[in-house]
Structures are given as C-alpha cells and as structure tokens.
C-alpha cells in the first residue's frame, strides 16, 4: 500500500472521531507547548543576564580590596604601580564611590558620584554624547570638573546643554566638561545617575584616602586570566592574605551563569517533557480503544488481502499524525505564551529553534513509540476471529 | 485446481475441543459451480475459511492453484487472499466510514495499485454489479441487496480465481437473493470457480455440483 494511501486513511480515521482525536491531540498541544515555552523563557532571561553583564564591558576583571583600616587600602598611584608591566592589560582605573547632591541653581538630584581617572572610558567602554573626558593633567591636578549622565542631565538642566556651565556637588563647584551617552541598567541599577569626577577630588570631597576598587580592562579573553593570576600574585604579597582582596572576572562569571541556566533549562525542560509523556499515554490509550472498535475493519481489511505490515503501518501513521498534529500546534502555542510571559516578566523572548526541532522530533517519537503496542495489537488480530467479533 | 486432504480443524474453547472437521478431501477444477449444504454447526463456514486463506487447518493438506497453501507464512496467505480469492460473507461486511466505490477498491490498495487505475477498476466492477449509478453511496445509503452486490464488487474487483460465497443471500429476501445468484451465475460463467455455502436448496440447484456436509464429514459429493 502506497504512503498516500496510508496517509489517508489516517486522515479520515482521525477526523471520523474529532472531540476524542482533538483531545488526544490537546494533550501532546500541552506538552509541546511546556516545553518549548519553558526553553524559550529560560533562554530569553539569560540572554538578559548575559548581556546585562557585558555591559560592564568585555575582558573586565574588577579587583576589590576588603577590610578595614589605612592599611587596606591602596592609593591611587599603588594601584597603577601594582597593575604596571602587565602584559596584555588595556586600561586600569581606580574607582571611589559615594553620593553625592547635585545642584545646579535651585534643582538638586540625589546621584552616585564616582571618583575615575582618564582610563576609565576605555576600562568601561563609555561613549560621550557631547564635551570632554578626563584627562591625565585633570587627575594629576585635581581638578574640579564632572561628567553627568542622562539622568542627572535631565533632572537639572532639562533640554538645554549643560557643558561648560557650573554644578554643585555636596556645595563644591564643579565644570562640566562632558555628558556620558545614555546606558541604561547594570547589575548595580542604572549608570545614567552617575557624576564622573577626577578620583583626586572625589577623595577630598568624600573625605576618604584611598581607592579600594579598582577596573583592569584585558586586551582579549586570553589575557584576562594571565592579568587576573599576575594581580592576585602581587596583592597577595602586599597584603599576605588571601581574603584581603577579591578578583571579579567577568568573563568567567559570565561562563558560570551560562553554565548555570543551561542546567536549569534542561532540567525545567525535562520536566515538561514528562507531561509530553503524559500525552504520549494518552495516545496509546485512545489507539487502543480505537484498535477495539475497529476490530471488525481490521479483520475485513486482512481478508482482502492487508498484511500485518499494512495494518501495522496504518495505526503507526494514525498515532503519529495525533502527535505530529500535537506538536505543530504545541509549537505555536508554545512560542505565543513563551512571548507573553517573556514580555510581562520583561525579559527578551528568543525563539529556541533548536528547541522546536527537537520538540517536534520528540512528539513524534512519543506518538510512535507510544503506538506501536496498539499497533501490533491490531496487526496481529487473525481475520476470522477479528470479523467474528460484534 | 482445489484440492484438500484429510483436511482437519479443532477449535479449543476452554478446555472443551470442537471438532469442526474431522478429515474431509475432495478436489475440484477450475470453471466449477460447487454448493455446499449441510445442517447448521456441520462445519461448512469453517471450510470455506479454510479453502478462503482466512484460517489454518489443525491438520491436512490444502492445495491451492498448484500451492501447498496449508505451509504458507501469513503473509504470504494475505497474498494468496489478496490476489487469487474473492470472499462474500453472509453479513457483507463493508466498512461503514467508505463509499462503495472506496469499499470496492480496497483489494487493489493492498495490491499497490494507483489511485486512477483503482478507481477505474472499481467503478467497472460496480457497474457489473449493476451499481454503477451509486459509487459515492455510503453503505447504510444502500439497500441489503445493493450492499451485498457491493461485496461481490469488492470480492471480484481483483479478478480472482476462485469466488467463496458462505451464505451470500442469508440475509436478502428471495427475489434479491435472486439477484445475487444470477451475479454469481455470469461470473461462473466468466470463468471463475464459484464455491457457496447456502441453506437454500433452490439456491444450490442451480450449482453443477453440491457438497454434503454433515458433523465435520463429507457425506455426498453430486454433479448435477
Ligand atoms: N471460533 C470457534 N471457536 C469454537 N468453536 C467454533 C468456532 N467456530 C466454529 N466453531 C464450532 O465449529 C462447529 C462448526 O461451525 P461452522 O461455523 O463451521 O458451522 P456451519 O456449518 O457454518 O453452521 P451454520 O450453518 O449455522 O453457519 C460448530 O459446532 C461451531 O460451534
Ligand atoms: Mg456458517
């Protein structure tokens, strides 16, 4: 018997009987559908993890440096002389952090301040919109002049331009020499509440002595792990304690995490796989039924001649047209709900491909493997004993 | 081109054994118009399956058209069944979910015939039949003698060698039970070798040979 014919057959078995088929198929629809909503969630959040560190900026180590007391604490000219003759280093920059009050006649915005250097644009990769960076003389020197971001820009001037006019930071006046371009959220929250100022000023107007963060920017991804084993090396002979200081490697936390959710998708995914089972039971327990009611259509179609190939191969397309049916479907619903989750928890949704293939692949398996007992039930009836049967 | 031997069926119900034959040979060649009578539970149905590839014997030889068929795998049997015999049953048995045409062209979908081909032949043999008005009928559309002339159709569609009819006009009333025999007369003399189980002795006269069977043995083998 030719596979059209076969396939017809099928087709006209399962819309004979369309509530039960539907149901049947509304079970595969579920597992399909748990599956790859589950992926294409799972994918989407760590697309948004991963890229919210990168954002930090590529090959990034941040070195921070615990403890109390003058004694754990570095300058700013140690931390350049601990970084300095370090292969492959791209930019290092000392970082002090407080808040700060701006002002600027008689608005005022709450903004975290950040002490830099002239690095600290390559270190993080950050874009100016409009003015200047620090330079080295602005360090050196002490200068007081501020970068603003988006945020504070907004909230003191409004739309005029803000360079080259005066703010107050902490009652303390400042130039502002640039505007940083819009970045939106770190892990920290959003860096568009920042003032950039010289880290020799920032110490004075914090009134603290003493970077205890600092950024080392890698060439490339090899390099970070040589310039993070050579900084652990000397600060451990500085300070003769390990738990004195801590190496944040962005690369490596990014592999972590991607490690991470690439366990936690399989095993969510997994989980939906079993209620795919579940489906495939349903399958085998209507093709069961469906091999009882047609017992006679069987018989009849063995006495003209069917072999048990044939009737075999009748109630595998059957169950596999169920599950394949289940599987487009899933596959569609899947990636609807995926979207709908995926934009109310605000996370991208990232279609998984892959995922679908092997949903799809799965279904069928599931349909077929489930439909050969019936199947062979079928096959093996003897045509006279099937025809006898009421 | 028929010929049994000793042939022998035993049904086991439970623990009890049925003896439906119990050793019956005969012989008979190709173009014959054979009868088959006897009282109800003689065994004859079980013959009929027998000779119609539907069952094994428990014992004896069967050979079909030159094969020792009673050694053949099943589905090898399914070919045989397939290709050399038509079957009508007492109760039509057509699918109910197919048209008459797609009921008649079952035998040649199992045979691997296109679909043009298999449309053709069935539609040909339905208009034998004298149904060529009703192909697309379902068959609860159908009158029993119009079903029954379906089944012959269906049975015929493959151009067998050999018709078993066990009981064809049972279940019709006499005048398209008559019908039905007048079919079965052309296709006999057409050529084809006509054996039929029937309880009607008007029916069997009109057969050039009648088989008596009774308790599982042949009891009268006649040419008229
Ligand atoms: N599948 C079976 N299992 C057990 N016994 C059976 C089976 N089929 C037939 N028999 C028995 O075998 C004997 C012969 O049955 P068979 O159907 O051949 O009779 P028959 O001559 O066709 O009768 P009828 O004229 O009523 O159709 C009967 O006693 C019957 O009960
Ligand atoms: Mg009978």
């Keep these: 018997m030719d596979f059209a014919t076969s396939l017809k057959i099928g087709l006209k078995a399962i819309l004979s009987n369309r509530l039960r088929s539907g149901l049947t198929i509304l079970g595969v629809v579920i597992g399909v559908a748990a599956v790859i ?99 080295q003389l602005d360090v050196s020197t002490r200068q007081k002049v501020a970068l603003l971001g988006q945020n504070v820009v907004t909230e003191l001037f409004g739309l005029s331009d803000p360079v080259g006019k005066e703010v107050k930071l902490n009652g303390q006046t400042f130039a502002v020499i640039g505007v940083l371009a819009p970045r939106g959220g770190g892990p920290a929250g959003t860096e568009d509440d920042q003032v950039l100022i010289p880290v020799t000023s920032a110490e004075r107007l914090i009134g603290r002595r003493g970077v205890s963060t600092f950024y080392v920017k890698g060439r490339d991804k090899e390099s970070v792990g040589q310039i993070s084993a050579a900084i652990s090396d000397r600060l451990y002979r500085r300070f003769r304690d390990e738990e004195a200081y801590r190496i944040f490697d962005q690369t490596q936390m990014l592999e972590t995490i991607t490690n991470i959710s690439q366990t936690l998708t399989l095993m969510l995914a997994s989980i939906a796989f079993i209620s795919l089972l579940v489906g495939g039971i349903g399958i085998m327990n209507i093709m069961l039924v469906s091999v009882v009611e047609r017992t006679r259509e069987i018989g009849l179609r063995k006495a003209v001649g069917a072999t048990r190939r044939d009737v075999m191969r009748q109630f595998l397309i059957e169950s596999a047209l169920l599950s394949g049916i289940g599987g487009v479907v899933g596959i569609i619903t899947g990636a609807t709900l995926a979207r709908g989750i995926a934009s109310a928890i605000k996370v991208p949704a990232v279609f998984p491909w892959a995922g679908a293939g092997i949903a799809i692949a799965l279904a069928l398996a599931v349909g077929i493997g489930f439909g050969i007992y019936p199947a062979s039930r079928a096959a093996n009836l003897e045509p006279i004993e099937a025809l006898r049967t009421e | 081109m028929i010929k049994v031997e000793d042939l022998r069926k035993t049904y086991r119900a439970g623990l009890v054994e049925v003896h439906a034959l119990r050793g019956v040979s005969f012989e008979i060649d190709r173009g014959e118009y054979v009868a088959v009578v006897g009282p109800s539970g003689s065994g004859k149905s079980t013959l009929m399956h027998l000779l119609g590839c539907l069952d094994v014997p428990t014992a004896g030889r069967y050979i079909f058209d030159g094969v020792e068929v009673s050694a053949l795998r099943e589905d090898e049997l399914a070919k045989v069944r397939n290709r050399k015999i038509g079957f009508v049953f007492q109760s039509f048995h057509l699918l109910p979910r197919l048209t008459a045409l797609e009921n008649v062209e079952l035998p040649l979908v199992y045979r691997g015939v296109d679909t043009a081909t298999r449309r053709e032949r069935a539609r040909r043999a339905l208009e034998m039949v004298g149904l060529g008005a009703r192909v697309q009928h379902y068959p609860n559309e159908l009158s029993g003698g119009e079903q029954q002339r379906v089944a012959i159709a269906r049975a015929m569609v493959g151009e067998p060698v050999l018709l078993l009819a066990d009981e064809p006009t049972g279940n019709l009333d006499s005048r398209t039970g008559a019908e039905v025999l007048d079919l079965f007369q052309r296709i006999n003399d057409a050529g084809c070798t006509v054996i039929m189980v029937t309880h009607d002795l008007n029916a069997a006269s009109r057969a050039k040979r009648i088989l008596r069977i009774r308790d599982g043995l042949l009891e009268g083998d006649e040419r008229v």
């Design chain 1, 37 to 135: 909503g589950v992926v294409a969630v799972a994918q989407g959040s760590q697309r948004q993890v991963t890229s919210q560190i990168e954002s930090l900026g590529t090959y990034l180590l941040t070195v921070s440096i615990r403890g109390r007391g003058a004694d754990r604490v570095l300058t700013c000219d140690e931390v350049m002389e601990l970084t300095g003759g370090i292969d492959g280093v791209a930019g290092v920059s000392p970082v002090v952090t407080g808040s700060a009050t701006a002002k600027y006649g008689t608005r005022k915005y709450e903004c975290t301040l950040l002490g830099v250097n002239e690095q600290y644009a390559t270190v993080r990769d950050l874009r100016l919109q409009t003015g200047r960076f620090l330079t």
